[in-house]
């Protein structure tokens, strides 16, 4: 079980991973696509909407610098735009796991008792179904569309951060500091607050960003299926199924979305293991 | 990779082996009873349908006519108690209930579509042990070199790929842009070897390869910590080198880990199964799936959802026993 | 027989079986080079048991790592030589190298827990010596291997070869690993630290297991250790280092009762007596220096009662003070300062 062995002050970890090249970049890289999210519409070459069917499946040039699609929009505004998805929807299905693992995870791992084994075995349960099964179950019972693909895979996540959640506080709660603080009668609620939270920020801040990561991949799969995004919404999983369908027609087209994502996941993995490699995380195999 | 017990493998050791078949069963009981939480599980997942679920299945244009006839198929009348036990008890005895569009035996179709799955999953495992464990031995081995800095990267890079934009791109370059493979479909071992084959390595490499990188990296990562080990220093003063010295004590010890690896990507692996057989077009459990969804077809749901379970729980099972055989210090623990 | 580059050959005479020159080690990287063993010059005779005594942190253990060219990859022998009957080990091919460990020249480490490779049984281990070096089918070597485990106290033979190193006490685990590395007779058995990790009544059976060996097999014997009792009993002669440098070489004897660096004779005086209880323990005051931080001069200066500011300031020599003895105390190599004889019996 990794501890953390150095300070996880968020200034800390902040300048640690500004201070590396690799993962400098990649925060830049998600500061830039925060920006895209945020102000897109403000910075699209072309409106993504807009159809011009006399121009479909253009290669690149000066005016659509990644070409257009099947409907002869440009591409590039079109990614741009979906990056507001590969924000949102990462972040609601983290939102949803955290909600579910994080007060579980600290119960069970500072007092132990019936909701430890309850919610170990449920845990365990909903861990051993591959991700995608079990989400593409919940999706069944919620029906197709975003918002419910993301708190899909959220459900489908919060055990495994459950799993981190409990093992970090289990280890701080074995501090002497914690010890005291118990001794003198803090409530559990503020001794969690207070001693438990923050040094169990590291390791939970290490597997957001991996989850991050993953829950993008999982709602490109689940929107290359049909059952993600649905049009006209655009993500860069609901692209690449539009590039997949026209395959034929412009091979490239596979290519912007797929990188895009690439990268974006590239960026949350180098984070999370930067800040795993400033906090002393080393995972030991 | 031979233990070194195998000069002992006429000689049973009798503690060992209760020992082992006393942490067999105990592994077993887990799992089934994670099994049968998961049956549970399953089974709720009808009662949680926002709504009336015979009428949502049934659509929006369904006459009440059909809205009854699934109502009366998935047994929404009778009470919920009762309606587990039944199907329960026909899940222990390999009855998973009818689809409820074909109305066929949930359990025939699933062994029927099974097949190309299971080919290309077990194909993709390979390709990635093959190709994860070497290059990551040798990167291991050569730390710091530009050997191994070219595969950190590229398992960086494997890692943060979807296998499915993976299968597009190997699609575009060996199927589309030279017709050296076929693009979609599958066929079946008895149509000849290497027919087969063509149809099975384009989607065995784009699943296997995430895997491959993640192994790279543990192995890579075992390695160079093997290399630390004070036994590998007192294995050089014993004039060990070379292959000798790799065999015999670092892939052996490195591989404890990479058995591990292997059982976390068993669900990734299942998971991305299914969209790559989407882009593939193969009618394996993956399609099967997605329609059963996309159908509402909760019956086959259930039981596919149940079935992957039974998978992957044997897959860890298998993976701890492994571990245990490869590693003595488990066995007597 | 002719000598080519990195050898030598000795007129007549009982040439030395390892003699270590000048050798001098050091963590390269960063600005400058940090040295850690300077100018280490010793000889280990045929069937002679030395004793490479000193703190941690002196540089014993690296010294004795050298000799076989198993440093840390960090760390570099940036001058001197390592001769081993007549060939520089430092010079000579890798092939040459790995014929000679575990051949001519066995090692046993300290920690025979981490040291012994925890997935291969007792046996293979033992036996993967005469594999290599005698080419021994595996079957031959495993009988070997038997008799091997006997030889060295642990009953049971026949059945311990099938044992794994974590199935095996401290004790039998150290026995294992002495019993691999005079698998190919060796002629000198190099020990670094072998019973430190160990209960002090099991460091006596090892101790006497080596001293069997060494009599059984005419092995000569390099002892590296930081216990003086362990010497006392074992070696003939003593080779004292202090932060990276050799402070004193000479018979264990002559050690004992009369040394000659301040140094050896501080060593000595912190050893506790039985008999003379109830008096406080002598301690040396100050640290030994890290490296990177070594005094120009003497080594030992900044503790050593002795010392004489604009003599001992300065970059000690060896010096030869009498048959067989050194020492790197300027002071005592030209008679300035006199030792008291420090410890009897």
């Known amino acids: 079980m990794t501890t953390a062995t150095r300070s996880a002050r968020p200034r800390h970890v902040l300048r640690s991973i500004l201070r590396r090249p690799s993962s400098a970049t990649a925060f830049g890289f998600i500061v830039v696509l925060l920006f895209f999210a945020i102000a897109g519409p403000l910075i699209y070459p072309h409106d993504p909407e807009v159809q011009d069917l006399g121009n479909r499946f253009a290669d690149a040039s000066w ?45 069970a791992g500072l007092r132990g008792g019936v909701v430890d084994s309850v919610a170990g075995r449920l845990a365990d349960t909903v861990l051993s179904l591959p991700a995608l099964v079990g989400a593409l179950a919940i999706v069944a019972v919620l029906g197709p569309g975003l918002v419910n693909a993301m708190i ?36 559990t609620r503020r001794t969690l607050w207070v001693h438990i939270l923050p040094n169990i920020a590291a390791p939970l801040l290490v597997q957001v960003t991996i989850l991050m990561g993953v829950a993008l991949l999982v709602e490109a799969s689940l929107s290359f299926i049909g059952l993600g995004v649905q ?43 930067s800040i795993r490699d400033a906090v002393g995380l080393r995972r030991r195999t | 990779m031979s233990p070194g017990s195998a000069h002992s493998s006429f000689h049973v050791r009798w503690t060992e082996v209760a020992v082992s078949a006393g942490m067999v069963i105990r592994r077993l009981g887990g799992g089934l009873l994670v099994l049968w939480l998961v049956s549970i599980l399953t089974f709720l997942l009808v009662q949680l349908i926002p709504g009336d679920p015979a009428e949502v299945i049934a659509g929006e244009n369904a006459t009440v006519a059909e809205v009854a006839r699934i109502r009366a198929e998935l047994g929404l009348d009778k009470p919920v108690l009762e309606r587990y036990f039944e199907w329960f008890s026909g899940v222990i005895q390999g009855d998973l209930g009818n689809s409820l569009f074909t109305n066929r035996s949930v359990a025939d179709t699933i062994i029927e579509a099974a097949p190309p799955t299971v080919v290309i999953t077990l194909a993709s495992i390979m390709i990635a042990v093959v190709l994860g464990v070497t290059v990551g031995v040798f990167a291991g081995l050569t730390q710091g070199s530009w050997v191994d800095r070219t595969v950190s990267t590229f398992a960086t ?32 071992f008895s149509e000849g070897f290497w027919e087969w084959s063509s149809y099975v390595i384009l989607p065995a490499t784009a699943l296997g390869v995430a895997t491959a990188a993640e192994l790279a990296r543990h192995t890579r990562g075992c390695v160079a910590d093997v290399l630390t080990r004070p036994y590998v220093r007192t294995a050089r003063a014993r004039g060990a080198s070379g292959t000798w010295l790799v065999r015999r004590h670092i892939v052996r010890n490195a591989a404890i880990p990479v058995v591990t690896v292997l059982g976390l990507q068993a669900g990734r692996l299942l998971g991305g199964v299914i969209v790559v057989e989407a882009v593939f077009g193969i009618s394996g459990l993956g ?34 026993l492994a571990y245990g055989w490869i590693n003595p210090k488990v066995r007597t623990a | ?82 001769y081993f009957e007549g060939v520089d080990l430092l010079t000579c091919g890798p092939r040459q190298l790995r014929r000679i460990r575990g051949g001519p020249v066995g090692m046993v480490f300290q920690e025979p827990m981490s040291s012994l490779n925890p997935t291969m049984t007792v046996g293979d281990q033992i036996a993967e010596v005469r594999r290599l070096h005698l080419g021994e089918r595996r079957s031959v070597a495993l009988k070997q291997a038997g008799q091997l485990l006997s030889r060295v106290g642990i009953p049971n033979a026949e059945r311990r070869l099938r044992s794994y190193p974590h199935e095996m006490s401290g004790g039998m685990q150290q026995r294992v690993m002495i019993a691999a590395a005079i698998a190919c007779d060796p002629k000198l058995l190099i020990a670094d630290e072998p019973t430190t990790a160990l209960d002090v009544t099991i460091q006596a059976e090892i101790l006497e297991l080596l001293r069997d060996l060494r009599r059984d097999l005419d092995l000569a014997v390099l002892l590296v250790t930081h216990d003086l009792g362990v010497v006392a009993d074992f070696c003939d002669d003593v080779v004292v280092m202090y932060a990276g440098h050799v402070a004193e070489r000479t018979s264990i004897d ?68 009498g048959d067989d003895r050194h020492t790197r105390c300027g002071r005592v190599a030209s008679g300035d300062l006199i030792l008291k004889g420090a410890v009897r019996g």
């Open chain 3, 1 to 82: 027989m002719t000598t080519g580059p990195g050898q030598r050959s000795y007129a007549g005479a009982t040439e030395p079986l390892l003699s270590v020159e000048g050798l001098t080690i050091d963590l390269p990287g960063g600005a400058r080079q940090l040295g850690l063993v300077e100018d280490v010059t010793f000889e280990v005779r045929k069937g002679q048991a030395v004793a490479l005594i000193g703190e941690s942190g002196c540089g014993k253990s690296l010294t004795s790592m050298a000799i076989l060219g198993l440093l840390p990859s960090a760390v570099r022998v940036s001058a001197g030589s390592i």
């Open chain 2, 157 to 188: 890079l494997g890692i943060a790929m979807p296998s499915f934009w993976l299968a597009m791109v190997l699609v575009s370059v060996f199927a589309l842009a030279n017709p050296w493979l076929p693009a979609t479909g599958y066929v079946d």
């Open chain 1, 152 to 187: 899909a895979i959220g459900i489908i996540f919060s055990p495994g951060l459950f799993r981190v959640v409990r093992g970090a506080t289990m280890s701080v709660a074995e501090e002497t500091f914690v010890g005291s603080a118990v001794a003198i009668g803090s409530p």
């Open chain 1, 63 to 107: 005016t659509h610098l990644l070409g257009t699609d099947e409907f002869g929009r440009d591409v590039a505004s079109r990614i741009i735009q979906a990056s507001r998805i590969a924000v949102i929807a990462p972040l609601i299905s983290v939102g949803v796991a955290l909600l579910i693992g994080l007060p579980l995870g600290l119960w």
């Open chain 3, 254 to 321: 002559r050690l004992f009762y009369d040394p000659q660096h301040p140094y050896s004779g501080a060593l000595l005086a912190s050893v506790p007596q039985a008999d003379r209880a109830r008096t406080s323990l002598t301690v040396i005051p100050g640290r030994v220096p890290s490296a990177g931080q070594f005094p120009e001069g003497c080594r030992f200066e900044p503790r050593c009662g002795h010392s004489v500011e604009h003599l001992c300031r300065r970059p000690q020599a060896d010096a030869v003070i």
């Open chain 1, 231 to 273: 049009p006209p919404d655009a993500s860069w999983g609901s692209m690449l199924k539009a590039a997949y369908t026209n395959q034929f027609h412009s091979p490239f087209s596979v290519v912007p979305p797929g990188i895009a994502m690439v990268l974006t996941v590239l960026a949350f993995n180098t984070i999370g293991d």
């Open chain 2, 287 to 320: 399609s099967l799936a997605i329609n059963a969804v996309l159908q509402r077809n909760y019956p086959m749901i259930q039981g596919y959802v149940l079935f992957s379970a039974v998978i992957v729980v044997a897959i860890n099972l298998i993976v701890d």
